[in-house]
Nanobody, 124 residues
Framework: QVQLVESGGGLVQAGGSLRLSCAAS????????MGWFRQAPGKEREFVAR????????YYADSVKGRFTISRDNAKNTVYLQMNSLKPEETAVYYC?????????????????WGQGTQVTVSS
């Protein structure tokens, strides 16, 4: 079990920006691809972005391409999600998660460890 702690959420107006952080415990952070997901009340958890172990490859949901950037700093055991031009419909709890596999996976059930989430509220 890898412990993950998300932070950086908050209240932002539509069009604004936030940067989320996900800090991982231990010294095996580089063993995982990392994903960001979000879940609004009453809705399914939704894939947002993924980054591979080295950080050289990223993948985004179509809805966030061009606005969100996922990155990681393996020396700090931290993955980030820079969110720009936020929309009210993107109000949700944002989670980071680990994937020990080596292929691109986008389903929440494919990820093993999850943080507690951080609330992002985008006002209109």
């Amino acid at each position: 079990q890898v412990q993950l702690v998300e932070s950086g959420g908050g209240l932002v107006q539509a069009g604004g920006s936030l940067r989320l952080s996900c800090a991982a415990s231990g010294r095996t952070f580089t063993s995982y691809d990392m994903g960001w997901f979000r879940q609004a009340p009453g809705k399914e958890r939704e894939f947002v972005a993924r980054i591979n172990r080295s950080g050289g490859n990223t993948y985004y949901a179509d809805s966030v391409k061009g606005r969100f950037t996922i990155s990681r700093d393996n020396a700090k055991n931290t993955v980030y999600l820079q969110m720009n031009s936020l929309k009210p419909e993107e109000t949700a709890v944002y989670y980071c998660a680990t994937d020990p596999g080596y292929v691109l996976r986008l389903r929440p059930q494919d990820y093993t460890d999850w943080g507690q989430g951080t609330q992002v509220t985008v006002s209109s």
